[in-house]
């Protein structure tokens, strides 16, 4: 059995875009607590787009 090297396959049905869908959602319930860490560092920060030319009406 030393000499048997493993090979996995895995048959995914699904298009592109779903699969991508469904990988970003299990990342981003995986680190749901940094994203919330870094969105409220973010809102906290000054804004790039504050200064005079933000008063267009």
């Given at each position: 059995?030393?000499?048997?090297?493993?090979?996995?396959?895995?048959?995914?049905?699904?298009?592109?875009?779903?699969?991508?869908?469904?990988?970003?959602?299990?990342?981003?319930?995986?680190?749901q607590?940094?994203?919330?860490?870094?969105?409220?560092?973010?809102?906290?920060?000054?804004?790039?787009?504050?200064?005079p030319?933000?008063?267009?009406?």
């Open positions: 059995m030393s000499g048997k090297k493993l090979n996995f396959r895995f048959h995914n049905p699904n298009p592109p875009e779903l699969s991508c869908e469904y990988i970003i959602r299990i990342l981003v319930e995986a680190n607590k940094k994203l919330d860490q870094a969105l409220c560092a973010a809102s906290e920060a000054p804004s790039v787009l504050s200064g030319f933000t008063d267009f009406p």
